[in-house]
């Protein structure tokens, strides 16, 4: 016997009842500090830079972050110094699965405070919901992958697709605080 398939185990998304979301949370804080990304309590920014494993980009208003899935050309920005000054530049780069961009209006010209928060977010989707978000780029329904500034709500209305983003955005909101 086969058991009942559901939302969770169609969309390959992880089972998280609300009493593990610590114990994930600190297994996912050990993971990431073995590999870098973590130093002390902190996300280690540098090292994402350094990297290229974070970028700076020039994404839509309502886009706070995004990760990349697959190998794609981005548009992102950088700091270039001159003699006398800083100069900000757009540039073309080829991204490798796992880049992830921040948006470039959100971070540096409003300086907003949840940078590492975000970055945590795509973090978890890239440890926990890759598969799934893959699946979704193969779909023919358009879906948007990306850290919203807009809160999302489940519906029953919803189809199956949106429900199973709505959790893995829902995941990824808890586990990355």
Known sequence: MFPEDNILSQFILLYIPRESVEDIGNGIYKAFTKNGIFYGCKINIDYLVETRTLCISPLNDNCLGRIILAKSDVE??????????????????????????????????????????????????????????????????????????????????????????????????????
């Not at 920005?77 to 780069?93: A, F, S």
């Not at 799934?132 to 500034?149: P, Q």
């Open 76 to 177: 992102i920005m950088r700091y270039e110094q001159t003699k006398q000054e800083k100069i900000l530049k757009k540039e073309k780069i080829h991204a490798e699965p796992g880049t992830i961009l921040l948006n470039y209006k959100k971070y540096v010209e409003e300086g907003d405070g949840r940078m590492r928060v975000t970055i945590a977010h795509e973090l978890i989707h890239l440890r926990y919901h890759s598969r799934f978000l893959k699946v979704l780029l193969l779909g023919e329904e358009k879906v948007d992958l990306y850290s919203s500034t807009e809160p999302i709500t489940l519906t029953d209305n919803m189809t199956d697709i949106h429900k199973a983003l709505c959790i893995a955005e829902w995941q990824a909101n808890v586990l990355s605080m």
